[in-house]
């Protein structure tokens, strides 16, 4: 049926276009004509076509690809709907949503993963940002290009060729970060002792989680019992169920360029004669920057981790790339958008992918409402 | 003791910061020495930092693979629509929200921002119902045409915020000569957000070009695959020796047009348009 797939797209474009300009005018003289019939001046009419005719492109779009859709997903997520089997929706009242939330443990794994993902890979994403930012925020030579090179990875971002690359950096055996950590260990010993104690830390954590997730706790009490790690011990990145959330914890942090420039635009709105004053008073840097710059950026981190926070529960191409089809490293990385996309688009199970939307959407919500307010006990905004 | 104690600093601040730069940069960097080597020297047991002699094989390998230059065509093709279309109408739905004063403006801006809370994967298991009644799956129909809907709230915040800040007295006198608001936006918004415009379009380009979920799902065949989907089919996890020179020649060219488009757009980003957004 499809001749050439590219003339097609280009008529469907031109297509697309008329509808929007033709639904447009219809709604912007619809809009008019209410305002003539509520009795506006000529003016005010003319500025209410005007603003519904330009206003109309996302109206529209906002009707067909956000709220019909919403509400159709809201309906189905009560359902029992596969869209291979071509038969009607059938109503089965909240079964799909008792099963995520009682039964199903693929869910649940990828709602703790995703906490872990949120939990450690967020505050460490922050630090990191928030250290390149002071380090940057120094008056110097050459600023321009540490910027570049500290924002140029959230550009690349999480591009499947740039996750390919890092996914053959982390290879446990031959790959570029394991050999560098052994070169350095024997170079210098003191290094072993704290990858050792990194290792140990990041396993216990890990392990307490997928404990969380499966419901059992013996991984974490071996790890316990095996102890400190041996010397020749080495991260599994890619490899080990306990390590495969680090990796992609990793890349968050590895991300944090588009952080770092809200942080460095809260820094440098800090006034000078603040800092001027404290070290007067006697403040060393130390000191200036707790008492002084951190209370002013508390708003810049509010928004960094609300940003942080949607973003990291919307993880879905790291695991793509990285773990799909890994069979034994599945239920320790998968993240709720993964686990929703396996399910819908898999199994084509809509109205329970409905659900699981639903149940992300609501999560989100929630942890977003929560922080905003709990703002008032930690966000300074007096001086804006 | 006082005279040296200020440059101590300075340098201690400068190896930090090249330090950091070293590790920002290190996967770019091995992804392009990976790039050049034979397979046996990716698969070493020792560190090879660049290869002894630089081999072009797998650029050549992977360019003689139809899939591949084909993925990079459809990846090129849809990225520029999808661009146009959204560019545009993302910036007509900002001189609405900017430059008119209309009824229920504040209603539907306070819409558009809630809907930013919305993860767009909610959204996806009706969308992909609503593109499959229409017999859109296995088309590039669904990663266009919606963007054309001024897809993106953050974006034409941006925009409206920018918008926002040229005097009213512009449009005012070009009223008095008789212009309309099409001949406005056109002629007298438009030339003065040129640097927002370009930032939108670099935000937009860089989402489009990554784009993995949406086309993986919508495409479904490899005659249509654009670059993320194809190449994270080179990767095979059930092979025992991946062809890493050719995954990496791959991904470098594959990276090649995201760094061009930083270079020449770095200073609109890198100088605060967004964050100045933010605060509006």
């Known amino acids: ?384 | 003791m006082r005279t040296i104690w200020p440059i101590l600093k300075r340098l201690g601040l400068y190896f930090l910061l090249t330090g950091a730069t070293v590790v920002m940069s290190f996967p770019l960097f091995w992804m392009i020495s990976s790039s050049l080597k034979t397979l046996e020297e990716t698969n070493s047991a020792g560190i090879i930092w660049l290869p002894k002699v630089p081999t072009l094989a797998a650029y050549i390998s992977i360019l003689q693979n139809p899939d591949f230059l084909r993925s990079y065509f459809n990846s090129v093709f849809y990225t520029t629509l999808a661009l146009m279309g959204t560019l545009f109408s993302i910036a007509v739905v900002a001189y609405a929200f900017s430059r008119i004063q209309w009824p229920g403006r504040n209603f539907v801006f306070f819409l558009m921002l809630a809907t930013m809370m919305i993860p767009p994967q909610a959204l996806i298991v009706p969308q992909y119902v609503f593109f499959n009644k229409l017999k859109w799956i296995g088309t590039f129909n669904p990663i266009i045409l919606p963007g054309f809907f001024a897809g993106g709230a953050a974006m034409v915040f941006l925009l409206r915020q920018a918008m926002a800040q040229i005097p009213k007295e512009l449009d005012e006198s070009a009223f008095v000569d008789g212009a309309n608001h099409i001949q406005i936006f056109w002629e007298v918004v438009l030339p003065l957000v040129k640097a927002p415009l370009a930032t939108v379009a670099t935000f937009l380009f860089v989402g489009l070009w990554n784009s993995l979920l949406a086309p993986l799902m919508y495409l479904q065949t490899v005659k249509l695959y654009t670059l993320p989907v194809y190449v994270a089919t080179l990767y095979n996890i059930n092979l025992t020796v991946q062809q890493w020179p050719t995954i990496m020649a791959a991904a470098v060219l594959t990276t090649v047009p995201l760094m061009v488009v930083f270079f020449f757009a770095q200073r609109f980003i890198l100088d605060g348009v967004v964050v100045s957004g933010l605060k509006g």
Request: aromatic residues 16%; proline residues 5%; positive net charge.
């Open chain 1, 1 to 384: 049926m499809v001749k050439n797939p590219y003339y097609d797209a280009i008529l469907m474009a031109a297509a697309a276009v008329l509808f929007i300009v033709g639904s447009s005018l219809l709604i912007g003289f619809a809009a008019r004509l209410i305002a003539k019939v509520l009795g506006a001046s000529r003016r005010k009419q003319e500025n209410t076509f005007a603003g519904y005719l330009f206003a109309s492109p996302w109206i529209v779009g906002f009707l067909i690809f956000v709220l019909i859709p919403m509400g159709f997903s809201l309906y189905w997520s009560f359902t029992d709907y596969r869209v291979v089997s071509n038969a009607a929706p059938k109503w089965v009242g909240l079964e799909n949503y008792l099963q995520l939330i009682l039964k199903d443990t693929g869910f649940r794994a990828s709602v703790v993963n995703t906490l872990y993902l949120t939990a450690v890979g967020l505050p460490l994403q922050m630090g990191a940002a928030l250290l390149l930012a002071v380090l940057l925020n120094q008056k110097m030579r050459g600023e321009r290009v540490f910027r570049m090179a500290f924002y140029l990875p959230v550009i690349l971002g999480f591009n499947t060729a740039v996750l390919l690359a890092w996914r053959l950096m982390l290879n446990t055996g031959t790959g570029i970060i394991n050999q560098i950590i052994r070169g350095l260990t024997q170079i210098f010993p003191p290094f072993g002792y704290l990858n050792r104690a990194l290792i140990f830390v990041q396993e216990l954590t890990s392990a307490f989680f997928l404990g969380l997730s499966n419901g059992k706790f013996n991984l974490l009490i071996k790890v316990w019992e095996a102890g400190f790690p041996a010397e020749n011990r080495i991260p599994l990145w890619v490899q080990s169920p306990m390590w495969s959330k680090m990796s992609v914890i990793l890349l968050m942090i590895w991300g944090c360029g588009a952080m770092m420039l809200i942080f460095l635009a809260g820094l440098k709105n800090i006034p000078k004669e603040l800092h001027e004053a404290a070290e007067v008073d006697g403040a060393g840097p130390w000191k200036r920057f707790w008492r002084v710059s951190f209370p002013l950026l508390t708003p810049y981190i509010f928004y960094n981790l609300i940003v942080g926070l949607i973003n990291a529960m919307q993880i879905f191409e790291p695991i793509y790339v990285l773990y799909r089809d890994n069979q034994p490293l599945v239920p320790s990385t998968i993240s709720m958008v993964y686990y929703l996309w396996q399910a819908s688009f898999r199994h084509f199970e809509i109205g329970y992918g409905s659900a699981i939307s639903w149940l992300i959407l609501l999560l989100i919500l929630a942890i977003t409402f929560i922080q905003f307010k709990l703002q008032d006990r930690w966000v300074t905004y007096d001086l804006y």
